[in-house]
C-alpha cells in the first residue's frame, strides 16, 4: 500500500486520479482505517488529507458555516455557534460511534464511506447540506449531500474528484 500526504487539494487529486488501483481518501479514518484491521479492502493508495491547510476550520460564511474535511465530530458537537444554528445536524453527528470515535469520524468521511448505517446523513440532507468537490480537471462545483451516495459503498463521485469542505 502506498500512503501519500498532500500538501493541496489540488496534488491530492492529481495523485488520486494517477493512482493505479483501489485509492481512498483519509480524514478521520474511522471507517476506512478499521475496514483494513478487519481484513477487509485495503486500499492499494491511501491519500491522507490531514496536512492541507484548511481541513480542520470551522468557517461562519454569508451564506452559512463551511467546515473542513478533517473536522473531527467531538469539535463540532462542542462548537456553540454552530450547534445553536444547527441542533439536528449536530446531535446526529454526535451519534457517530462512541466518544473515542467522535474524537476522530468526521461527517465528511461518514457521508464518503457511504454506509446505508450512516449517522449523520439524513440530518445533513434534511438540513439542505452541500460539498464543495475539486475535480480531476482543477473546476470546483457544489454537491447536494443527497447526491453523493449512490449505493452502499458507492459516490457518485468520479475517479480524481476530492470533497474539500462541507457547507451549511
Not at 108 to 126: E, F, H, K, T
Not at 155 to 168: F, K, M, N
Request: hydrophobic share 45%.
Amino acid at each position: 500500500m502506498q500512503y501519500l500526504t498532500p500538501s493541496t487539494f489540488d496534488e491530492a487529486s492529481a495523485l488520486a486520479l494517477g493512482a493505479t488501483g483501489a485509492t481512498r481518501f483519509l480524514a478521520g479514518g474511522t471507517d476506512v482505517l478499521v475496514q483494513m484491521h478487519a481484513g477487509g479492502a485495503t486500499p492499494d493508495v491511501l491519500i491522507d488529507l490531514k496536512r492541507i491547510p484548511g481541513v480542520y476550520d470551522i468557517t461562519r460564511t454569508d451564506d452559512g458555516w463551511s467546515i473542513g474535511v478533517a473536522v473531527p465530530g467531538a469539535v463540532l458537537c462542542e462548537h456553540a455557534a454552530l450547534s445553536a444554528e444547527w441542533p439536528g445536524v449536530v446531535e446526529a453527528i454526535d451519534l457517530i460511534g462512541s466518544t473515542q470515535v467522535q474524537g476522530r469520524a468526521t461527517p465528511v468521511g461518514n457521508l464518503m464511506n457511504a454506509s446505508p448505517a450512516a449517522d449523520s446523513v439524513p440530518a445533513l440532507i434534511a438540513a439542505g447540506a452541500e460539498v464543495s468537490v475539486l475535480g480531476a480537471d482543477g473546476s470546483s462545483r457544489r454537491m447536494a449531500v443527497e447526491d453523493v451516495p449512490t449505493g452502499p459503498g458507492r459516490t457518485a463521485l468520479a475517479p480524481g474528484d476530492v470533497v474539500t469542505e462541507l457547507h451549511l
